[in-house]
């Protein structure tokens, strides 16, 4: 008999979601439990491009189906997903489990919406309906209900029409050892040619990187040496003058310390694991009123958060910042406090710990 099944996603996705399912597996077996994760493939990571599953219900009611009986064989059984949709299987398990999930539905879409083309929006438009009483479904069933922030888990409460003071929060670990500053010396020096880091899947319009690039030319004016390092998948439209993309790297770490500031112009984000790693590194955050960041950023006192999604805000708030060393390394060190104080895999350990023994013995 398995231990403990963890429903999620197929990991080949990366990102939020690799993250989350990575940090529950490593902290559940830090503590003493034998994880297993169980998910079905995505058609579109296996080759099956033209598939029936392709159609997100379909897709979510099928894998309900068929992952039933490998949960009925776990002492323990959780879910730990971006989306309650994914943990469908163990709300018809007929067995008790717990949630750790990142979204609602509604966020999730709002994201969405705004990159999708007029086919995909018109099949999230069909499928809404479908997937709202799954949602509710595995949220109302769940034993015990997690998630990643409190914007998280305020959208998550009104999906699945929870009290909200009943939700808990398990934030996501970092890793603070990796992700550390580099000496305060070296640190000034860098504000002459200061560099702008955004971490992250800039051809993905959800990510909105087209926001950092149209405030450039203005920061460039006003700091002249500014420029921004682009890590990870890379925008398909050439790059503006002062952008460099470093692609996808073995470590981000090593590079992301050596920025002046970190801007994250997403449209939606659970938490936004890239912020906090940044802010663990000593580099302050400038980001949008996304959710899960805003909050990061406003706890911590390490960046500024915008107002909306305005290429002049952002222009003039980065501006400001890379010409105040002052400010700038007043939220560098609240940054890192903040994060090595209520991130540490310490922590997460210790939370994780108990969330697992209140599902097992509810």
């Known amino acids: 008999m398995r231990d403990l099944a963890v429903l999620g996603q197929d990991p080949r996705f990366g990102g939020g979601a690799l993250a989350l399912m990575d940090a529950f597996v490593d902290g559940a077996r830090a503590v003493g439990r034998e994880p297993e994760l169980i998910y079905a493939p995505h058609p579109t990571l296996v080759g099956r491009r033209l598939t ?13 189906r068929r992952l039933v009986e490998p949960l009925r064989q776990a002492r323990s059984i959780w879910v730990a997903a971006t989306l ?52 509710r479904e595995v949220l109302s069933g769940a034993a015990r209900v997690y998630t990643i922030s409190p914007s998280s888990r305020a959208a998550i409460a009104s999906a699945g029409a929870l009290d909200e003071k009943a939700i808990g929060i398990l934030p996501l670990p970092v890793d603070v050892e990796r992700f550390a500053p580099e ?9 002459g040619q200061p560099a702008i880091a955004f971490i992250g899947r800039s051809d993905d319009p959800r990510k909105n990187v087209a926001l950092l690039l149209e405030a450039l030319p203005e920061i460039r004016r006003r700091v ?19 952008v460099e993309a470093l692609g ?8 992301l310390r050596t920025a002046s500031l970190f801007v994250l112009p997403s449209w939606q984000e659970g938490f936004g694991i890239v912020a906090a790693e940044a802010l663990a590194s000593g580099v302050p955050v400038v980001t949008t009123p996304s959710g ?5 950023v406003r706890t911590s006192r390490g960046g500024r958060v915008l107002s909306g999604w305005d290429a002049e805000e952002l222009a003039d708030v980065v501006g400001d910042l890379l010409e105040d ?27 994780l710990a108990d969330a697992l023994r209140a599902v097992d013995e509810a």
């Open 52 to 64: 029936i599953d392709r159609i997100e219900l379909v897709r979510q009611l099928r894998a309900g």
């Open 84 to 135: 309650a949709t994914n943990g469908l299987a163990a709300a018809r398990s007929g067995r008790r489990y717990g949630c750790w999930l990142a979204a609602s539905l509604e966020d999730e879409w709002q994201g969405r919406a705004r990159s999708l083309d007029p086919l995909r929006r018109l099949a999230q438009t069909v499928n809404e309906p479908f997937l709202r009483p799954l949602e």
């Open 183 to 191: 000496s305060a010396q070296a640190w000034l020096e860098r504000l």
């Open 224 to 242: 002249p040496g500014a420029r921004v390092l682009l890590i990870g998948r890379p925008p398909a439209e050439p790059l503006p003058p002062g």
């Open 248 to 255: 996808l790297l073995p470590d981000a770490a090593p590079v």
């Open 292 to 296: 899960g960041p805003e909050e990061l």
């Open 325 to 351: 060393a002052d400010t700038l390394g007043r939220m560098r060190v609240a940054g890192r406090e903040y994060v090595a104080r209520e991130h540490s895999h310490e922590r997460f350990r210790s939370l």
